[in-house]
């Protein structure tokens, strides 16, 4: 057969497609941690695509918490999503053989799935009301938490006078008795002593399904092969392992995927990042002027590495080189600073006209430029982006450093630090000898502009460099950072150079 090899063809049989799925709950507003799962299950399916196993990204809701999913929540991760570039083969919007992708247009495989469960042994009715559990266990005194399988060897008769008594039964899964061990992706070898995992609720009363159903079911039914997720979801695995053997015995699955825990994320103080941590909502980094590239680069460091002494790279690269059993079961530590410095990286590796590209929806919404952009503006931004593409760390600041530029002079305003500091009455004295000096170029050019302030500042008052420009800077731009400033005198012209610099007196 003319199959192309693989990495996993000559250990594992014939190799199945890989089939992984993000499955966000759209509650709040989507977390750095949530692109560091899909990321990498991205990366996983890539590159088993890439290595010719074929590989599928699904990306499904998991809506089923009706008081705290929002629409609102939802828009956020799919317009997240989009922004990165993390492309989803199958799921809500883009459709797929195992639709609908939203758990809440679900509900009549899961009722089906539950009914089957419940005619089986592997499930059971529970009457018990939450009081009433908690109650028995304090008696006991037992410290496994959660449900005590009262309701586990019910008689008949106990189970007519619940009736009788009008209560709704919940089905609960009896957890097997001994143990369950999977051969995590990331961490090994993972076993829990099912004594300790109590039989678990798999709907509401009201028959409502929960998570705890919901997921497996959709993971049997979408065929998924890998579940890659966050740590905080591991105690959940022995649950849902236990689930699929009883799905498969019904004939709702075919086999259990493979699982693999990524590691926490820590953010300040070495807590657990949360959602209350402002650098965790994801979408903050979009609007403050991250590229993709960079957040996605800086989010692969968290548990993986392409090489030791390597920190910037592509998501190509990522996917080519990305093996999960590398990734470190070890939490990841969240380092803004890290993150802010790579996306620099990835900025510098960007041409000026893909910058000016991106940079463009900041400066319109910054005001510098109108929408649509006026012919006038954007010949200027042509003329000025070469200054500032090497300078700028965050689309942001395009808009900070170009303002001065594009701003009517009525509206003109310097940074109120920045003048106190600098247009003192020394600095009022240079920008008084500057005015003098460049008043009298001829041809206002960048070049006639420096030899006329470098030889009044520099030569014949013999200021520093840095004592020159610093008050002209101000003067002309508003802030102490800006674009070079001879060059930033000539895009301005002679007659708004000249304004700015009496004006500064
Ligand atoms: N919906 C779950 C969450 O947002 C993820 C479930 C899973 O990945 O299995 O935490
Ligand atoms: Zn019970």
Not at 92 to 99: L, W
Not at 268 to 283: F, I, M, T, V, Y
Not at 444 to 457: K, V
Not at 459 to 469: H, I, T
Request: aromatic content about 8%; charged content about 25%.
């Amino acid at each position: 057969m003319n199959r192309p090899m693989t990495e996993h063809s000559t250990t594992q049989g014939p190799v199945t497609p890989v089939r992984v799925r993000m499955a966000p709950s759209p509650t709040g507003s989507p977390h750095v941690g949530l692109v560091r799962t899909a990321l990498f299950n991205y990366a996983f399916a890539k590159h088993a695509e890439l290595t010719g196993r074929g590989g599928t990204f699904v990306l499904r809701i998991e809506d089923t918490d009706k008081e705290r999913s929002t629409e609102e929540s939802y828009t956020a991760i799919l317009e997240l999503f989009r922004w990165l570039g993390l492309t989803w083969d199958e799921g809500v919007e883009v459709g797929g053989a195992h639709g609908p992708y939203r758990q809440s247009e679900r509900s009549d495989l899961y009722r089906d799935v539950l009914a089957k469960l419940r005619e089986s042994s592997y499930t059971y009715d529970c009457y018990c009301r939450n009081d009433e559990v908690e109650a028995r266990r304090k008696e006991s005194g037992s410290k496994v938490m959660g449900y005590d399988g009262f309701c586990r060897e019910l008689s008949p008769e106990q189970r007519d006078a619940f009736v009788a008594e009008g209560r709704e039964p919940l089905v609960r899964f009896r957890m097997p008795e001994g143990s369950i061990t999977w051969d995590d992706l990331v961490r090994g070898e993972v076993t829990f002593e099912t004594q300790f995992v109590p039989d678990f609720a798999l709907c509401r009363a009201n028959g409502d399904p929960l998570y705890t159903l919901t997921a497996p079911v959709d993971d049997a039914t979408m065929r998924i092969t890998h579940v890659l997720r966050g740590e905080d979801l591991l105690s959940s695995t022995p649950r849902q392992i236990a689930l699929f053997e009883a799905m498969k015995a019904i004939g709702v699955a075919e086999t259990t995927p493979a699982y693999g825990h990524l590691p926490y994320v820590m953010g300040e103080g070495n807590k657990k990042l949360s959602k209350r941590d402002p650098q965790a909502h994801a979408l903050a980094y979009r609007d403050q002027g991250f590229l993709p590239e960079g957040l996605l680069n800086y989010v692969a460091l968290l548990g993986w590495a392409i090489a030791a002494d390597r920190d910037v790279f592509t998501l190509e690269e990522m996917v080519e080189a990305f093996d999960i059993a590398d990734v470190n079961a070890n939490p990841a530590r969240f380092d803004l600073k890290k993150a802010e410095a790579i996306n620099t990286a990835h900025l510098r590796m960007l041409p000026v006209e893909e910058i000016t590209h991106r940079a463009l929806p900041f400066l319109k919404a910054a005001g510098v430029v109108g929408d649509p952009v006026r012919d006038a503006d954007a010949q200027l931004l042509e003329l000025a982006m070469p200054l500032v593409a090497e300078r700028v760390n965050k689309l942001t600041e395009v808009a900070d450093m170009l303002g001065f530029l594009f701003v009517d002079e009525a509206d003109f305003t310097r940074d109120e630090a920045d003048a106190a500091k600098l247009l003192d009455e020394t600095g009022r004295e240079v920008v008084k000898a500057a005015h003098h000096a460049v008043a009298a170029v001829g041809t206002w050019s960048t070049q006639a502009i420096q030899d006329a302030l470098q030889g009044t500042l520099v030569d014949e008052m013999g200021l520093k460099p840095r004592l020159a420009y610093g008050p002209v800077r101000v003067a002309i731009t508003g802030r102490r950072v800006s674009p070079p400033l001879f060059e930033s005198m000539e895009l301005l012209g002679r007659e708004r150079s000249l304004a700015r610099l009496a004006s500064a007196l």
